[in-house]
């Protein structure tokens, strides 16, 4: 079923509390990726050039229900009041005399950001009290936060229990891209899988296997399957509980007619540190004791760019190596341009969210691909095939 979108519903003097995901790292008081602020844009402008009020909710980081003035959102506002050409008003509080007040004073055309929303308990309980007083500040509800799609929380499932809810044009974009690579992909259908755990990605990986092509294997993740097939892997980050699973994805691909491909060679070091003395290892030859590996080599490098060079459709989540640290980061620089290449010829390329979407803009290839998606977890969830309370709570389109 298709969702109710911005589009759908006339906004013309209404008041719109809008969930957006203003999630920005912070230092020193400073935004330092205004990424996903930017993201949130296209949907505020279009509903304020449709004449609404515009009520802004969003978490930052993890104050587990205290105010705590370092996760305050007040730097969000400031940067935002600079970038629309409409007045953003900022109140200090998410509910009471303050934010009502802050409402009725509001102007067709303008925004109000509310504070923190997980200064309240209540938000990440979904409570129906914390729920229906902010879905009593509006008529309709936005929801364009698909970084927490994932979560039923009162912002954004709650609220939708009491108004209409709405899909914004940058969850719109996120379900549309998602779901066409889970449900219907063009093929060669490739998925590029890094990052740290196995464990976090057992259920993408099976539910992948139903219709992925190919399945490259970087990251430290890497190593729980290398071990599971017998290799040496040195002192390398392994899970040592999931070798079985590991052993068992392996043998499901086999039986389903999927190709896995994992690394044949990796950079290595004693250290995660920049500066250490690296090298260049084949897995068939082992990694020693006391050197683990931080990155895949050039040998994979050229054996994942053959894996890539034809695909039609390509889903990449988790980086190849430790990419924060230049010395480690070739080997996801190297194939985040080969899915970039590809994109040029045609090919759908969809960017996991979070590492991958960091390291897509630490080398500056961002903009290269089909779609950087805002969320991690909730983009890993839909490629498990799970359905997201997030999205499940916007309102269905009537036939």
Same mark, same amino acid.
């Given at each position: 079923m298709e969702k109710l979108t911005v589009k759908d519903v006339d906004l013309k003097g209404k008041k719109v509390i809008m969930r957006v995901d203003f999630n920005v790292p912070l230092k020193d008081g400073k935004i330092t990726d205004e990424t996903r602020i930017k993201a949130a844009l296209s949907t505020i402008e279009y509903v304020l050039e449709k004449g609404a009020k515009v009520i802004l909710l969003s978490h930052l980081g993890r104050p587990k229900g205290e105010k705590k003035p370092e996760f305050s959102l007040k730097p969000v506002a400031d940067r935002l009041n600079e970038i629309l050409n409409s007045n953003v008003y900022f109140v200090d509080e998410t509910r009471g005399e303050k934010? =009502?007040?802050? +409402?009725?004073?509001l102007k067709d055309g303008e925004v109000l950001l509310i504070e923190n929303t997980r200064f309240e308990k209540g938000e990440t309980k979904n409570d129906p009290e914390l729920a229906k007083y902010w879905a009593s500040?509006?008529?309709?509800?936005?929801?364009? @936060?698909?970084?927490?799609?994932?979560?039923?929380? @009162?912002?954004? &499932?709650?609220?939708? =229990?009491?108004?209409?809810? +709405?899909? *914004?044009? !940058?969850?719109?974009? #996120? $379900?549309?891209? !998602?779901?066409? @690579?889970?449900?219907?992909? #063009?093929?060669?259908?490739?998925?590029?899988?890094? *990052?740290?755990?196995?464990?976090?990605?057992?259920?993408?990986?099976?539910? !992948?296997?139903?219709n992925a092509d190919r399945i490259l294997i970087g990251g430290a993740m890497m190593f729980t399957f290398l071990k599971a097939l017998g290799k040496k892997v040195g002192s390398s980050l392994? =899970? #040592?509980d999931k070798l079985d699973v590991a052993k068992e994805i392996l043998d499901n691909a086999k039986a389903k007619g999927v190709e896995i491909v994992l690394p044949v060679d990796a950079v290595i070091a004693q250290k995660i540190e920049a500066g250490v003395e690296k090298k260049t290892v084949k897995m068939d030859d082992g990694i020693s004791e006391g050197w683990m590996g931080l990155d895949i080599g050039p040998e994979t490098v050229s054996l994942f760019k053959d894996k890539i060079s034809d695909a039609k459709t390509i889903v990449w989540n988790g980086p190849m190596g430790v990419f924060e640290i230049d010395?480690?980061?070739?080997?996801?620089?190297?194939?985040?341009?080969? $899915? @970039? =290449? &590809?994109?040029?010829?045609?090919?759908?390329?969809?960017?996991g969210g979070g590492d991958s979407a960091a390291a897509a803009e630490k080398f500056g290839l961002a903009n290269e691909f089909s779609h950087v998606s805002t969320g991690g977890g909730a983009s890993l969830e839909l490629l498990e095939g799970k359905e997201l309370p997030g999205i499940a709570s916007i309102t269905e389109k009537k036939n």
């Open positions: 934010v =009502e007040k802050a +409402v009725s004073e500040l509006a008529d309709i509800h936005v929801n364009d @936060a698909f970084g927490t799609a994932h979560r039923a929380h @009162a912002s954004n &499932v709650g609220i939708a =229990e009491y108004i209409p809810s +709405v899909a *914004g044009f !940058l969850m719109k974009k #996120e $379900i549309e891209f !998602l779901k066409k @690579a889970v449900e219907n992909p #063009e093929k060669p259908y490739v998925v590029i899988l890094g *990052g740290a755990k196995v464990s976090d990605k057992i259920g993408v990986i099976n539910n !992948l296997l139903n392994v =899970e #040592e010395d480690f980061s070739e080997g996801t620089k190297e194939v985040a341009k080969a $899915i @970039a =290449e &590809v994109t040029k010829k045609g090919c759908t390329s969809i960017i």
